[in-house]
């Protein structure tokens, strides 16, 4: 089946750096990649609809400056969180359909922020 | 608007069955169905498309109602790996393309 990674997988940093999270579909082709953020015991919300080629599209209440969204290539999607906070601690998961695909989301294993 | 799932928590014991519902404000084009383990991230059991279909595999089923936007999830004879928390994921018949917003979910747990 389709593969998504992310990385890194875990990261740890200090309040008012940034973070750049990487999420790539490995086998097959992606124009479109979407940015959850999940608190503890919570559902998944989505944050941004990263598009290949043109600006992301962002979710009401979700800040575009701070959370940057590159859609480089079609299977390459990155998420920069910037001058990260204590609240921005959360589980960032992606997630990939198969272009052409009107099936099936392929999730990445997701990336746990911790900021200190 | 989020898809409220119903019940909020379940616990079940070894080969009782439990069914999940889902229900959603807007017109829908699919339900899609995960289920999320402790730190990790969901993964996909099934989709259904509007025209009211049913699907399954093995003893895990759903059906959707398209007209009363709403669908279930059956689980029969729960096995202790069907322990997680499950979300059902609607895509809006208007909204955006293959976007997916998840439910509130629903905590199921199995013992032995």
């Known amino acids: 089946g389709a593969v998504v990674s992310q990385h890194p997988s875990r990261v740890i940093c200090k309040s008012g750096t940034s973070v750049k999270i990487e999420c790539r579909s490995l086998?097959?082709?992606?124009?479109?990649m979407f940015w959850y953020r999940q608190f503890p015991k919570q559902s998944l919300m989505l944050m941004a609809t990263?598009?290949?080629?043109?600006?992301?599209?962002?979710e009401q209440g979700v800040e575009k400056d701070k959370f940057l969204i590159n859609h480089a290539s079609l299977t390459l999607s990155t998420l920069t969180v910037t001058s990260a906070h204590p609240e921005d601690s959360s589980f960032y998961i992606c997630?990939?359909?198969?272009?052409?695909?009107?099936?099936?989301?392929?999730f990445g294993p997701g990336t746990r922020l911790t900021v200190l | 608007q989020q898809p409220v799932q119903s019940p909020q928590a379940v616990i079940l014991r070894e080969g009782e069955d439990a069914v999940i519902n889902c229900s959603s404000s807007?017109?829908?084009?699919?339900v899609h169905w995960y289920r999320q383990k402790h730190g990790e991230a969901p993964v996909f059991l099934m989709i259904?498309?509007?025209?009211?279909e049913q699907k399954g595999h093995e003893k895990i089923s759903a059906s959707f109602n398209e007209k009363k936007q709403q669908s279930s999830l059956y689980l029969t004879a729960s096995q202790l790996s069907y322990s997680g928390t499950y979300f059902c994921?609607?895509?809006?018949?208007?909204?955006?393309?293959?976007?997916?917003?998840f439910g509130t979910g629903t905590k199921l747990q199995v013992i032995p």
């Open positions: 997630s990939a359909p198969k272009a052409g695909s009107t099936d099936t989301q392929y």
């Open positions: 086998d097959f082709q992606a124009t479109t």
């Open positions: 990263s598009n290949e080629g043109s600006k992301a599209t962002y």
């Open positions: 807007k017109a829908l084009y699919s």
């Open positions: 259904l498309l509007k025209g009211g």
């Open positions: 994921g609607t895509e809006a018949l208007t909204g955006g393309y293959q976007k997916v917003t």
